[in-house]
């Protein structure tokens, strides 16, 4: 009896926290490719194009790590570039959404935006976000601070698969 009881006290901590406090139902419904709609964005892109539009890609993967890009769109060849982007690792605990960003590209002006982006190695940083689902929709909202302002989040929805 006292071996049952010890190896039910030993196992416990295994089953409940097996998952690195990432429980599957909560972390695992965030993995995989995620993009907003596109916004018309007041620039000119690398190509000369003004009729451009801006949208957010964000990819979860299942081993814990993540990454971000804010890509511009010409509208009328569809050819996207980079002007931020991000890699680093991401955990998910209830509704908050915690990232550690290690790698990241970014210019100032969208006319130098990147086809392919080189990440460069930065100190790590973090920020921490909730998250929610609204059916289909992703929404990650900035934990802000008082009195900062912070952007309203914005609508992320599953991202086409490319055969």
Not at 65 to 82: C, E, K, P
Not at 116 to 130: A, F, Q
Request: charged share 15%.
């Amino acid at each position: 009896m006292k071996i049952r009881w010890l190896a039910a006290v030993l196992l416990a901590p295994l089953t409940m926290g097996g998952c690195d406090r990432n429980p599957i139902d909560t972390g695992m419904h965030l993995v995989g490719a995620w993009e907003s709609a596109e916004f018309p964005f007041t620039a000119t892109a690398p190509n000369g194009s003004t009729d451009v539009f801006y949208r957010d890609e964000w990819s979860f993967q299942a081993d814990g790590t993540f990454t971000q890009s804010n890509v511009l769109v010409d509208a009328n060849t569809g050819r996207t570039w980079v002007m931020h982007a991000a890699k680093g690792s991401w955990r998910a605990e209830d509704d908050m959404l915690r990232l550690v960003v290690f790698e990241e590209f970014h210019v100032a002006d969208p006319a130098h935006a990147a086809d392919v982006p080189v990440l460069v190695p930065v100190d790590p940083w973090g920020g921490r976000s909730h998250w929610y689902l609204q059916g289909p929709t992703l929404f990650i909202v900035p934990t802000c601070e008082m009195p900062t302002n912070c952007a309203a989040p914005v609508p992320l929805h599953r991202a086409a698969v490319a055969f």
